[in-house]
């Protein structure tokens, strides 16, 4: 009895022990908490509700995106089939149900190469979608489409038919991935290769026109620099010719001996003698 009346006693103690605490807490006053620092029920309901808006505003971007995807996938004329890890289709858009014949409801959870690819190129198809999956996160192209791939699927059996012609589609094939980067699935998209050579044409014919624009404007400013250039030549030549022309002209004239210098001077001209009848002497 005495052992059984001691062995609470401890519980007991703890049990006060662990109140003390709780109301230590409560008051704010352990670890050197002043009560001004305590968090009361109002602020933790504002914080709460603080995140749930902001946890609701995601929710409904994302809802926002996922259903433009959905619309830019079935807008788009290209046909455009989405594929789970397991091979299996989860996503088929309007212009692959146009191209191949086979409704979305008809494609939807089948696998893909077993059910929608011949048998001679299921093996390459499996591969192909194979090394797109298993590319690892770290890789440069990780995210980045593959070059276009030659799909053969089988088109949609007419009544009675087999099915058996086949349908060659060129697509890309890109890798759906979480956040972390782990691959979901595949995405495969049509190449159009020739819709938008036309803009594409257009696009390098405009840019190849303003680049000659552009080259002959350049031109145009460095050839005004040269006939200012060779205007201002043409001033100097001019002026020098001038200066030339004038020394040119002062050192031919002839330079008359003065008659004050005792030097003999050339008669100027000669007269006859007016009584020889005959020219006279020179004088």
């Not at 007991?12 to 008051?27: E, F, H, I, N, V």
Request: proline share 6%.
């Amino acid at each position: 009895a005495a052992a059984s009346g001691a062995a609470p006693a401890p519980a007991a103690s703890t049990g006060a022990r662990g109140k003390a605490l709780a109301a230590s807490l409560a008051s704010g006053e352990a670890r050197g908490r002043s009560p001004s620092a305590q968090v009361t029920d109002a602020q933790l309901e504002a914080r709460l509700a603080t995140l749930s808006a902001k946890n609701e505003a995601i929710a409904n971007a994302l809802e926002a995106a996922g259903r433009e995807l959905q619309l830019l996938q079935e807008m788009t004329p290209c046909a455009v089939f989405s594929l789970s890890a397991l091979g299996t289709v989860v996503g088929w858009n309007r212009a692959a149900a146009e191209v191949t014949g086979w409704l979305k409801e008809d494609v939807g959870h089948r696998h893909f190469v077993e059910c929608f690819v011949p048998e001679h190129c299921q093996e390459k198809t499996a591969e192909a979608l194979e090394m797109a999956f298993s590319t690892e996160p770290a890789d440069p192209l990780a995210d980045e489409p593959t070059e276009p791939f030659e799909f053969e699927l089988a088109l949609q059996p007419a009544a009675g038919g087999t099915g058996a012609d086949g349908l060659k589609l060129s697509a890309r094939i890109g890798t759906r991935r979480d956040a972390r980067g782990d691959p979901l699935g595949l995405l495969c998209v049509q190449e159009l290769s020739g819709v938008n050579e036309p803009l594409k044409a257009a696009i390098e014919l405009q840019r190849a026109l303003d680049e000659a624009r552009g080259l002959l404007s350049s031109r145009e400013v460095e050839l005004d620099a040269l006939q200012d250039e060779l205007a201002s030549l043409r001033s100097q030549l001019l002026i020098a010719l001038d200066v030339a022309t004038s020394n040119g002209t002062a050192a031919e004239k002839p330079v008359r001996p003065s008659r004050a210098s005792g030097s003999a001077a050339e008669p100027d001209s000669v007269t006859p003698r007016p009584d020889s009848g005959i020219t006279g002497g020179i004088t």
